[in-house]
C-alpha cells in the first residue's frame, strides 16, 4: 500500500498549481460521454415519420381491398390486390428501379401541390385488355406497348382505381385527385426533380389472370401536407362519438314479432292443411314478444295501422 501523505515539497507544488489554475478546487470531473452515431443512407432517406407511415399503412390496406373488389367485378373473375411495402426513397430511385417497360400515369393531386405516379404492370394490362374484350385474359409471353385503343380500356379500369383511392384518403381531406396522362416510359416523366423524396406504396395483384403489381408514388412534401392538415382538423372525442351514434342509428336491423309458441311432432307437422288451427302455449291475453337479431327487447300488443299490421309497445 503506498503512502498518501505529501512531503513539503509536494504540498508546494501543489498550492501553486492551485494558484495558478491548472488544477480546480471543488469541480466534478465527468469523464467524457461518446456521441451516439446515426447512420443515414442519402440515397434512401427515411424522413417520414413512424406514427404517420402506421397511419398510411391503415389507408393502404383500405385502398387493396377496395381496388381488389373492383378489378374483380371489372374482369368478372377471382382478383387479390395486397399491399406489400411502402418505401420511402427519391424520385431518381424510383424511376431507375424500372428496367422494363411499363405503364405510369401522371397524377394530379390536387388540392395538393405536386404531382404524383400510378404504375401498373403492362403485362396485367394486356391480360385487361384481352379479358375486357372476351379473351380469356392471360399474361402474354411477349411484353410490348399499349396501342391507343388498348390505352383506352386500360385507362377506364385506373380511373375506377383512382376513384377507390380517393375514397379511402377521404378519410383525412377531400380531395381532387385524377389520372392526366399515360406513358409507356417512365423515365420520360419528369414529374419532380430527381432529387425529390418520394413515397412508394408497392401492392400485389394475384389471380386468375396472372400476378402484377400497382404502385402508387407521391412526393412527401406533398403528403406531409395532406397529414398535417388532416390533424389539425382532427375530431374531438364528443364529436367522433356523435358521429359513430348517427351512423349507429341509422343501421336497419330486422324485428320479428313472436306471436306464441308451441310444441309438434314431426307426424303432426306434416299432416298439417290449410284452415288446421294450432294451438300456442301462451294466452290471448299476454303480451307478444319482439325480438331483434334472436334476442328479445320488448314486450308489446298486436294491433293495425290503415291497412298494416303493428305492434304496440307496453
Known amino acids: 500500500m503506498s503512502n498518501s501523505i505529501l512531503n513539503n515539497e509536494e504540498v508546494e507544488a501543489l498550492l501553486s498549481a492551485i494558484e495558478g489554475g491548472q ?52 374482369l368478372r373473375t377471382s382478383v387479390v390486390v395486397e399491399l406489400i411495402a411502402i418505401e420511402e426513397f427519391s424520385y431518381e430511385v ?67 382505381i383512382m376513384e377507390d383511392i380517393k375514397m379511402c384518403w377521404s378519410k383525412l381531406a377531400k380531395l381532387e385527385w385524377s389520372l392526366e396522362k399515360m406513358e409507356m416510359d417512365i423515365k420520360s416523366l419528369q414529374l419532380v426533380p430527381i432529387t425529390e423524396l418520394m413515397i412508394s406504396i408497392n401492392f400485389a395483384i394475384s389471380g386468375d389472370l396472372g400476378n402484377g403489381t400497382i404502385i402508387l408514388c407521391m412526393p412527401v412534401a406533398s403528403l406531409e401536407m395532406l397529414m398535417i392538415k388532416a390533424k389539425l382538423e382532427k375530431v374531438d372525442r364528443q364529436k367522433e362519438i356523435a358521429i359513430i351514434e348517427n351512423v349507429i342509428n341509422e343501421v336497419e ?62
Open 94 to 160: 424510383f424511376i431507375n428501379s424500372f428496367t422494363d417497360v411499363i405503364c405510369a400515369n401522371v397524377v394530379n393531386l390536387k388540392p395538393l401541390s405536386g404531382l404524383g405516379c400510378l404504375t401498373i404492370d403492362v403485362g396485367f394490362c394486356l391480360a385487361i385488355v384481352d379479358r375486357g374484350l372476351g379473351g380469356p385474359g392471360k399474361i402474354p409471353q411477349k411484353v410490348r406497348p399499349l396501342t391507343m385503343i388498348e390505352e383506352s380500356v386500360v385507362g377506364v379500369v385506373l380511373s375506377n
Open 253 to 314: 336491423l330486422n324485428a320479428t314479432v313472436v306471436f306464441g309458441s308451441t310444441q309438434l311432432s314431426l307426424n303432426e307437422l306434416m299432416n298439417l292443411r290449410a284452415g288446421d288451427v294450432v294451438k300456442l302455449d301462451n294466452k290471448i291475453t299476454e303480451d307478444l314478444c319482439l325480438t331483434i337479431a334472436g334476442k328479445t327487447k320488448h314486450y308489446g300488443k298486436p294491433g293495425v295501422v290503415g291497412k298494416k299490421v303493428a305492434f304496440q309497445v307496453s
Open 23 to 74: 488544477v480546480l478546487v471543488g469541480q466534478k470531473i465527468e469523464p467524457k460521454r461518446e456521441k451516439k452515431v446515426q447512420h443515414y443512407d442519402f440515397r434512401r432517406p427515411d424522413r417520414f415519420p413512424r406514427e404517420q407511415k402506421r397511419r398510411l399503412q391503415k389507408i393502404s390496406e383500405e385502398v387493396a381491398k377496395s381496388v381488389g373488389v373492383t378489378l374483380s367485378r371489372y
